[in-house]
């Protein structure tokens, strides 16, 4: 049995992907803070805790077609196709919704989300280059944040290793679905040019696949077990949520490699932990890394690149250090989860009392 519901709600929440996805995460840890501010509802079920309330389709439309006691209208914060489908089929059955979308892709919009977009009452991005693929430029950029409390470093990093029964001392990390488009055979192949020289350090592949992915996932094993390294390049599969934060913890360096990526919150996650970050030039990741300084950018697809920094950095533990402490520092000052959640609640307010 989950909470009760305030008729009241304010705000509605999409929540349409079955798969944990690094929208499912910006989600789960925007609604912590935004539920403290207002009354809300997220529409679907998938991967909430239990203190979130939830409604189906037709139990929201009933609630949403009656007025608020306030004056106000409720605002639909959709950042899927789906969950767009899913507002404006809510808005046209009768409910009194103003309706707020989100874009992070970097790529070419379909005519169904230029046809969606069109009938938003708001749009939203979250990073420059994002933005420039929007047929309408957005109102406002509000870059993601993370819950820093969950992605606090480490009291004793080795410990925790220890404790997660992962291989040798030191961990490279990736995080994500397991596919080619995440840059995952990028890692691997820069591994298996680095982890030969530095026994201490393994590489920890985290994140689940689909069967769309076997044939991938095994090749990348096949070369892994042909250089020998079966034992330091392991595979976690997909993880719940509550235990990601200690492997990201556990890391000494996390990367990312995404060969195109829409915001990416793995980089944050993984600089409020105090792990030395190398990531690909793609979603935010080149607003948020000042290269050599909170971190590295290497282009996209580059492999080679990718072990050149692992290499300054399993072989230097005070850059490593140096790197880490100032990716910490820049989580901190701009990427907060409640600095992300206050600007979209504020903005919210803006629709819901704009003439529409």
Known sequence: MGPSIDPQFELILGNSNKRFSGVTSTLLQVLQVQKQRCSLVVLGDHHLPDDVPSLGFWQLLKLARKPLANGRVRVFHARRNDEM?????LKWLGARIRIV????????????TRFLMRHMDGLLSTCTAAARYMPTPPDQLIPHGINIEHYAPADDRRALWESLSLPGQFGIGIFGRVREQKGVDLLVQAALKVLPDHPAFSVVI?????????????????????????????????????QVPDYFRAMSIVTALSRNEGFGLTVLEAMSTEAAVVASEAGA?????????????????DWYQVAERLEMLVTDAQLRAQIAAAGRQTVLANYTVEREANALLDYYSQIAAADH
Do not use: C, H, M
Request: glycine share 12%; hydrophobic share 40%.
């Open 285 to 301: 990741w080149p607003d948020i890394i000042d290269d050599g300084r909170n971190g590295y950018l290497v282009p996209a697809g």
């Open 85 to 89: 489908i899913q507002a404006l089929l």
């Open 206 to 242: 985290v994140g689940g696949y689909g069967s769309d992915q076997q044939a991938f996932v095994e090749q990348q094993k096949r070369l892994i077990e042909a250089a020998g390294l079966s034992e330091r390049i392991v595979f976690t599969g997909e993880l719940p949520f509550a």
């Open 101 to 112: 979308f989100t874009s992070t892709a970097q790529r070419r919009k379909t005519w169904l």
